[in-house]
């Protein structure tokens, strides 16, 4: 869902069509489920603060907002302690470094 929010969103405003045609889509996507539209704005909210595409973050969030997530139910990211104040998980690779033989 948090794709279809960022594929929407737009470097600059939304006309009214292109607004219309998001809401449908993540509408029907979170089929009535408004924490999990909140759970995307927050998580993304965390996770761009501070980077070149947090405006585009921002239009998206804007577009769970009106798609049903409740302003409550979205703390506002921050690094430190967005997603709801969780720590975020780093994914690392489960295979050990290669380690070349010295000669």
Do not use: N
Request: with cysteine; aromatic share 4%.
């Amino acid at each position: 869902m948090s794709g279809t929010a960022r594929y929407h969103a737009r470097w600059r405003e939304l006309t009214a069509d292109e607004e219309a045609a998001a809401l449908a889509v993540m509408h029907e996507m979170a089929a009535g489920r408004a924490d999990l539209l909140a759970e995307v704005a927050d998580v993304a909210l965390g996770f761009y603060e501070g980077e070149l595409e947090e405006p585009l973050t921002h239009q998206a969030t804007g577009l769970c907002r009106k798609a049903g997530a409740g302003e409550e139910a979205i703390p506002g990211g921050s690094r430190r302690g967005g997603a709801g104040g969780r720590t975020p998980v780093v994914c690392r690779s489960v295979r050990p470094a290669r380690r070349h033989p010295r000669p």
